[in-house]
């Protein structure tokens, strides 16, 4: 597999874990009223940890690609 098949494979798969990501969301905002303030609070909490976790490996795998390109210059 060539880096860029690579690249492109990180961000098919980054881009459906966010599309999965929305999908729960809506789910979650569907019975959201059914939830109890302790559920809310951790769904809240795992939701945005997992955010997080993305754009954080959609960042390193950016710089990665930066230093990539920078090294075969």
Do not use: G, H, P, T
């Not at 060539?2 to 599309?19: A, P, T």
């Amino acid at each position: 597999m060539s880096e860029e098949e690579l690249r492109q494979y990180l961000v098919k798969m980054i881009n459906e874990d966010l599309e999965k990501l929305e999908w729960i969301q809506e789910e979650i905002l569907a019975n959201w009223d059914s939830y109890s303030e302790d559920c809310r609070a951790l769904i809240l909490a795992k939701l945005d940890k997992f955010k997080k976790a993305c754009m954080e490996l959609e960042e390193n795998m950016e710089k990665f690609m930066e230093k990539e390109k920078e090294s075969d210059s």
